[in-house]
Every structure is written in C-alpha cells, then in structure tokens.
C-alpha cells in the first residue's frame, strides 16, 4: 500500500508543481509583454471557444483522475485481505497494547513477520489515540466504545516507530513504539513464548469466571441465546430490529447487556462495564469468534441429569462466584 500511496502523492504533488510554474511564468511573460500599451484605450477583446474550453477541460479530467486513484486506494486500504494475520491492538493514556490471537501480549512493540498482511482491530480505553506508522503510509483512528481496522504488508525486515497521530494529553508526544518486521521462522520462535495458551484460550477462561457458560448454553435450561454460529450472522432483537453480530455489537452486549436484547429473552443479564479490561473483552470476542466457526446444532440438545452439555455446568458442580450472565451476548 505504501507504493500506491506514494505514487498518488508524487501525481498530485507533480501537477500542483507544474500548474504553479506555468501559471507563474505566463504571469511573468505577460506583464514584460504588455508593460507599455500602444493603446491606452480600451478595446473590447473576443475570447477563443478553444482556449476556454481547454483550460476547463484539461484541469477537470486531471481532478477526475486524482479522484478516481484516490478511491481506489481508499477500498483498498479499508478492505483488507482475507487471509490477513489478525492482531488486536488497545490505545490508553499513554501506551500501546498489542495481543496476538496466539496469545503473546506486549506493550509498545509489534512482532510481525515480513511479506505478510497484517490487519490490526484497534480500540481504546479512555480518549480518541490514532495509530501511526509513517513508513507504512498508514494512520488509523482510535476510538472508545468501537471497533476499527488497519492493514499493512512489511516488505523488509527491521525496525519502524509507532506514533500516536491524535493529541491525547499531556504524555501524547510519549506514547511511541515501534513495529519489529522479522522473519517467519524468527518470528515463529519470537511467538512460541507467548505461554498464556491462544487469545481464544484466554477468552474461554475468562468466559467460565464470569459465570457466562450457566445461562450461555446449548439445553433447555439456557437462559441466553446460543453463541455458537453467532459471530458474523443476523440477530433479531425484541423490538423487532435485526442487526450483525460483529465484534462492537458483542462488545456492547458484554459491557452494557441492556442497550440491546435478542427476541424471546428476559433482561437478566448483568453488566460488566467497569468489571472487564479492554483486554478481557477482545478475548471475550475472540473465543465467540472461534464458537462461530463451529457448527451450530440442528435441533435441541438433549441432556440426562449426569451429562453435561458444551458451555454449561452439570448440576452438581460449584456455581461461580458472580452474578450469572442473562439473556446476551444480546
């Protein structure tokens, strides 16, 4: 992307560069040409139908192409590959999380291997931060209480600064880093010692302490929709809407689980705001997404008092602590 970024820059930085010298020169021309008139009464002038319609046309077709080329690199760079590595990223006052879906976590760094695309889910915890890297051509917004995404490919090995691009307080200048580009097997071994277990891993842990798997089930007994096969797919909510289940909508529905509530489920569940780190729910969505890629059932599971379902809790086990959750992820 950074080519095509650069190359669309030097295109419009050329035409500004030509239009102001040839504009400045036929300004210089004429006023040595016609310094003196040889008739110092006016004179009426008849313009030339060609040379209005050129400088109208000529300039009109330029901006076409400048708009046209723009677009494209702007689909482009909001539509990353599908096969993209993705990593999620957080931005607070004044530092820089990253975690790896494998599960390694890390504070102003960025390990990524070279000639890979790789998108990046950005939140933040407090204020507005933008995600700058300038060797890449890229900056993207950061945002409280959504979801948004960048993508680059590395194409050499080393090491690039990561800015903050948005003033965020008084240790804005400070929250710096730095993307780390190495290569697959260096990186391979670099994320081997990560050690917590996948960020889906970490979420289904995070899933039982909470108390979610006692309403979140696959029986009869479920107090809350299935989350399996949620991700991605259409959610009809009680007041008759119907929307995605994307990673903001699952956010919301962690940490405000009343704002929206699925079609045929009570409002029981509580919420989490304030009880969960940014963190904790980017795991949350990695692990429901990792349910979605799971078959969903096709009809109701069946249990005997001495079975235990996937997600839920056999009636002789110890309940968690907190509160159960109720009728969401909505």
Not at 51 to 75: D, H, N, Q, S
Not at 142 to 149: H, N
Not at 255 to 276: C, E, R, W, Y
Not at 280 to 288: A, D, H, M, S, T
Request: contains cysteine; neutral net charge.
């Amino acid at each position: 992307m950074s080519g095509e970024v650069d190359a669309l820059y030097f295109f419009i930085l050329a035409n500004v560069i030509f239009f102001t010298v040839l504009v400045g020169a036929l300004v210089a021309y004429f006023a040595i040409r016609y310094r003196r008139s040889k008739h110092p009464t006016a004179e009426p002038i008849h313009g030339s139908l060609v040379l209005e319609i050129g400088w109208t046309v000529i300039p009109l077709g330029i901006a076409l192409v400048m708009f046209a080329w723009g677009a494209i690199v702007y689909f482009k760079f909001y539509r990353p590959p599908q096969n993209a590595m993705e990593i999620y990223g957080v931005g607070k006052q004044w530092m820089w999380k990253f975690q790896h879906t494998e599960g390694a976590r890390e504070i102003n760094e960025l390990h990524v291997p070279v000639n890979r695309d790789i998108r990046v889910v950005l939140t933040s915890q407090d204020v507005i931060h933008d995600l700058g890297l300038p060797e890449f051509r890229l900056k993207g917004d950061v945002v409280p209480g959504r979801y948004t995404a960048v993508w680059f490919r590395p194409t050499k090995t080393g090491r690039y600064k990561i800015f903050c691009n948005q003033y965020c307080g008084t240790l804005h200048a400070g929250m710096v880093g730095e993307v780390i580009v190495l290569e697959p097997a260096q990186f391979q071994n670099w994320l081997a010692g990560g050690g917590e277990g996948s960020m889906a891993q970490q979420g289904e842990r995070l899933f039982q302490q909470l108390g979610c798997n006692t309403c979140h089930r696959e029986d009869s007994l479920a107090r809350g929709p299935s989350l399996v096969g949620l991700f991605g797919k259409p959610v009809k909510l009680e007041d008759g809407r119907t929307i995605v289940a994307d990673e903001t909508y699952i956010r919301e529905s962690i940490l405000n689980s009343q704002a929206k509530t699925v079609a045929g489920f009570q409002h029981i569940m509580p919420v989490f705001q304030g009880q969960i780190s940014e963190e904790g729910v980017l795991q949350l969505i990695k692990y429901i997404q990792e349910l979605g890629k799971q078959a969903p059932p096709s009809g109701p599971v069946k249990t005997s008092p001495s079975e235990t379902v996937p997600g839920a809790v056999s009636p002789g086990a110890q309940q968690p602590a907190q509160q159960p959750s109720g009728n969401k992820v909505r």
